[in-house]
């Protein structure tokens, strides 16, 4: 028989499952992929062992366990001072990426242009395809990885259906500011462009700035779906719980595409995640110290190595020029340095459809102090 043609052709293994086999089978220290190497707070997991056993193990309803969906949306009231309806404006999703899929699936029809900013995370252009859409990459250039409104504006026609936004930013360690807002705000002014927000990091970000979140922005609120993960905040990424926080009509959209993908996620993590929420609210408002202690540890000890670098603002991902080191391609660059140092990285150039000439891997510094130093050690002989 003839198979079809793939659908997506230009797509393979993502590049953090290949770093990851890559550091198990040179015994590597794995800072590619981006999860802790420690758990989450012990009472979390107690709770999770608790509703195992009382019994919640049957599906939890489409939208999220009211416990849960109501404690989300007394968060979004706390940390950004928006008040939303937790029965109509939030859903709780296997993971950011399902929301962030769902998202596109529900209002990205053939023909609709999706503006994306490169370096992108690697789920947004597959997503946009697979629904008929087309993905305008944006290159951001480095060393500031910061966005040309100027040329947005240029990008921006009738065809526009949506533009996905980053912040923090995966790869990059960068973060929107509050003038960014401003201009985002300026340009959707008028138009039915709508917004998806990664805020994935929403509560790693560095040396005293604010998360710019959607949620802050009424204007930019009620055209945005708002993508946020349990499994980064509580140190959990093998759970899979994200949440979408929407205006009721693009909610009911993306739970139509919601409710086939996965229809719902895991039930007592959901009921354990929101008796921490309302037993230690503090917990997220802590996370900003506590990754930035790894963030300035990890930097101190690769201060004498030959890498360059400017600390991230945010995320728990460090970007490192290692241009004095090699002049390999960066995808060639850590497959060397797998070899000689037996750390792994990620190569910047992966998340750009047309990458600029950098010279730049990412690390993951959300490691044990232990798990920093020895990779520090060795990245330092190189």
């Known amino acids: 028989m003839r198979y079809p043609e793939t659908k997506l052709p230009g797509v393979g293994t993502t590049i953090f499952a290949q770093m990851s086999a890559l550091a198990q089978a040179h015994q590597a220290i794995n800072l590619s992929q981006g999860f802790p190497d420690f758990d989450g707070p012990e009472a979390l997991l107690a709770r999770v062992d608790h509703h195992i056993h009382a019994g919640a193990n049957q599906y939890a309803p489409m939208n999220g366990v009211p416990a849960l969906t109501a404690a989300i949306a007394a968060k979004v009231q706390r940390c950004y001072g928006r008040q939303v309806d937790a029965a109509s404006e939030v859903t709780v999703t296997s993971g950011a990426t399902e929301a962030l899929f769902a998202a596109i699936a529900a209002v990205v029809r053939p023909g609709d242009e999706v503006i994306v900013f490169d370096p992108?995370?690697?789920?947004?252009?597959?997503?946009?395809?697979?629904?008929?859409?087309?993905?305008?990459?944006?290159?951001?250039?480095?060393?500031?990885?910061g966005i040309d409104w100027d040329e947005v504006a240029r990008a921006i026609n009738p065809s526009t259906r949506m533009i996905i936004l980053n912040t923090p930013h995966n790869p990059t360690g960068q973060v929107l500011s509050e003038a960014d807002m401003q201009a985002l705000s300026r340009l959707v002014e008028g138009t039915d462009i709508l917004l998806l927000a990664d805020e994935v990091y929403e509560h790693i970000v560095f040396d005293g700035a604010a998360h710019q979140s959607m949620n802050r922005y009424p204007d930019l609120a009620k055209r945005s779906f708002v993508v946020s993960s349990?499994?980064?905040?509580?140190?959990?990424?093998?759970?899979?719980?994200?949440?979408?926080?929407?205006?009721?009509?693009?909610?009911?959209?993306?739970?139509?595409?919601?409710?086939?993908?996965?229809?719902?996620?895991?039930?007592?993590?959901?009921?354990?995640?929101?008796d921490y929420l309302n037993a230690d609210p503090s917990h997220d408002q802590?996370?900003?110290?506590?990754?930035?202690?790894?963030?300035?540890?990890?930097?101190?000890?690769?201060?004498?190595?030959?890498?360059?670098?400017?600390?991230?603002?945010?995320?728990?991902?460090?970007v490192m020029d290692y241009s004095a080191i090699s002049d390999?391609?960066?995808?060639?660059?850590?497959?060397?340095?797998?070899?000689?140092?037996?750390?792994?990285?990620?190569?910047?150039?992966?998340?750009?459809?047309?990458?600029?000439?950098?010279?730049?891997?990412?690390?993951c510094f959300a490691k044990n102090e232990t798990t920093l130093e020895q990779a520090a050690e060795r990245l330092c002989t190189i």
């Open 230 to 274: 349990f499994g980064k905040t509580y140190h959990t990424t093998g759970w899979k719980v994200g949440y979408c926080v929407a205006p009721a009509p693009l909610s009911a959209e993306l739970r139509k595409v919601h409710q086939y993908l996965t229809f719902s996620s895991s039930t007592p993590f959901q009921l354990a995640l929101a």
């Open 120 to 145: 992108a995370y690697d789920s947004y252009d597959p997503a946009v395809s697979l629904n008929g859409g087309k993905a305008v990459h944006l290159q951001l250039q480095p060393p500031a990885f």
């Open 286 to 318: 802590a996370l900003p110290a506590f990754y930035q202690a790894k963030r300035d540890h990890f930097n101190a000890l690769m201060a004498d190595s030959r890498f360059r670098f400017t600390p991230a603002g945010g995320t728990y991902f460090q």
């Open 328 to 363: 390999l391609p960066d995808t060639e660059f850590v497959l060397w340095l797998v070899e000689q140092a037996g750390v792994v990285a990620i190569p910047l150039s992966v998340f750009c459809q047309q990458p600029p000439e950098m010279k730049l891997v990412r690390f």
